[in-house]
């Protein structure tokens, strides 16, 4: 969800400003992450992997999922997000279950079979993950029989009354990123079933999740919406009309009297598609 503005302005090389954008954001998805962990069934007790844990929301919703005995370590490769998780765990009561631990999504740092699951969330697709290895390395490191699952962001509705500028805007390269146009079709996210039968996974599985977003908003979900549409609109400015950015702006800014999140009927909703595998036995 990384945009190319943020990345010139150095906004994403500053890594607590990307980890209050994920932070904000997990307003938005928390519900919608625990029913996806709720469907993946992961056994109590079971020890897991979040691949590209980030700011470790995800790890502690899966160290909850398989409590009282489970354990998840978070793997990362920015020293900074890592510190924000630590923080996190450090005031959750699941300190004990989850470790946190630097390292390459493309080079697990573990042994073979450790694990009886891999979850990675929002990760594949950003240039320094290779999806295929990714996946290759946590077959290696998930025992037989155990589960592989990669889940990604894969759309929104959230400018209710405008599907036009809405459809335009996400025709613009910031929107579909971190695919881009050019890339091979085969590498965009939602081809992911491909790279789990190229990486030997079977019993092989997709499903799509709806996070839903009602008014009235609560000024968390209000700031992570405003978030949102910087994020995935902000650098949209030279591939749309000026018309379409202006009519944007009215309604997407706080400060506008149309600002669209001020409606009392607000409705929106997001999708997270979810692609799990099993190693076989
Ligand atoms: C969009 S964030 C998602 C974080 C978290 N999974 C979530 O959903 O909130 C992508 C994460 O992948 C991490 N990352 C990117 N490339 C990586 C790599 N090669 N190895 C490990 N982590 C990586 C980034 O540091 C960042 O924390």
């Keep these: 969800m990384e945009n190319n503005k943020n ?10 400003t990307y980890a209050h954008r994920l932070y904000l954001a997990d307003f938005l998805r928390e519900p919608v992450i625990r029913s996806v962990i709720q469907a993946l069934k992961l056994p109590s007790g079971s020890r897991g992997l979040d691949a590209g844990c980030g700011i470790g929301s995800h790890t502690l919703m899966l160290a909850e999922a398989v409590a009282p005995a489970g354990h998840v370590t978070g793997l990362d490769i920015s020293s900074e997000f890592l510190a924000h998780a630590r923080e996190k765990a450090k005031k959750s009561s699941l300190s004990e279950h989850v470790f946190f631990q630097e390292g390459n999504v493309n080079k697990l740092p573990f042994d073979d079979d450790l694990f009886d699951w891999v979850w990675s969330s929002d990760c594949v697709g950003y240039p320094a993950v290779e999806s295929l290895t990714l996946l290759k390395e946590s077959a290696r490191v998930v025992k037989p029989g155990g589960i592989v699952a990669i889940l990604g ?3 929104q509705q959230v400018l209710p009354g405008y599907p036009l500028l809405e459809a335009r805007l996400n025709a613009s390269s910031p929107a579909i ?3 881009f146009s050019g ?3 085969e590498l ?8 789990f039968r190229d990486a ?8 799509t ?10 000024d968390n979900i209000r700031n992570a919406m405003i978030s949102l549409f910087e994020m995935v609109w902000g650098n949209a400015e030279s591939e749309v009309t000026q018309e379409n950015w202006e009519e944007f702006q009215r309604i997407s800014q706080p400060e506008s009297p149309d600002f669209i999140l001020n409606l009392p009927d607000y409705y929106a909703f997001f999708t997270y598609s979810l692609f799990s595998g099993k190693v076989a036995k």
């Design 177 to 179: 990123s971190p695919y």
């Design 200 to 207: 030997g996974l079977k019993e092989l599985n997709a499903r």
């Design 183 to 185: 890339k091979r079709p």
């Design 209 to 218: 999740f709806v996070g839903n977003i009602n008014a009235p908003l609560n």
């Design 188 to 195: 965009h996210f939602l081809r992911a079933l491909g790279w």
């Design 7 to 16: 990345k010139k302005r150095g906004k994403v090389s500053d890594k607590d």
């Design 153 to 155: 962001w894969t759309s």
